[in-house]
T-cell receptor, first 111, second 115 residues
């Protein structure tokens, strides 16, 4: 079983839609959760960073962590064509500087 | 220049060649990483350097050899590669704070093709 599972998509939505991206994980030691966005021909860039369970909001983006279900989500409101990218979830246990990544979900927002 | 810079952006090499990938970070971070990104697979951690010391070597074949001469520079030396080594190689840096992981800053990667 992979440490982190993420549906690779692809996912296509119309402009303005609400997008929901998800990851599940198996290691209960994971405490830190991140979302990265990767545009074509670029490296991933950090989008959201959360610790333990709960919600975090930044503009149109909301990250949710449910540790009891080992499930994390990223919501994008009012999606824009510029949001078209691959979104990778990543997580880490306390005391480690290694990140465990999902495979990434490719998102296309159609104008 | 800011961020993490990788060179070259693209590399085509034969199986008997020797080449090196270069990474430079301008962020004052104390940890650097090499990752391999292949289609439909999670990023695979290859090597971690913290304070210029290698702290992780993730069962990587010996045809990949890392070098970290100082906290700003990281190299990946390649020799006698196989076609399945074709992938995007990403360098990243972060500030190692001990208990709490920090987000990584990635370079744009080197697209490697082994022929």
């Amino acid at each position: 079983q992979k440490e982190v599972e993420q549906d690779p998509g692809p996912l296509s939505v119309p402009e303005g839609a609400i997008v929901s991206l998800n990851c599940t994980y198996s290691n209960s030691a994971f405490q830190y959760f991140m979302w990265y966005r990767q545009y074509s021909r670029k490296g991933p860039e950090l989008l959201m960073y959360t610790y333990s369970s709960g919600n975090k909001e930044d503009g149109r983006f909301t990250a949710q962590v449910d540790k009891s279900s080992k499930y994390i989500s990223l919501f994008i409101r009012d999606s824009q064509p510029s949001d078209s990218a691959t979104y990778l979830c990543a997580m880490s246990p306390t005391g480690a500087n290694n990140l465990f990544f999902g495979t990434g979900t490719r998102l296309t927002v159609i104008p | 220049e800011t961020g993490v810079t990788q060179t070259p952006r693209h590399l085509v090499m034969g199986m008997t060649n020797k080449k090196s990938l270069k990474c430079e970070q301008h962020l004052g971070h104390n940890a650097m990483y090499w990752y391999k990104q292949s289609a439909k697979k999670p990023l695979e951690l290859m090597f971690v350097y913290s304070l210029e010391e290698r702290v992780e070597n993730n069962s990587v074949p010996s045809r990949f050899s890392p070098e970290c001469p100082n906290s700003s520079h990281l190299f990946l030396h390649l020799h006698t590669l196989q076609p399945e080594d074709s992938a995007l190689y990403l360098c990243a840096s972060s500030q190692d704070r001990g208990n709490r992981p920090s987000g990584y800053t990635f370079g744009s990667g080197t697209r490697l093709t082994v022929v």
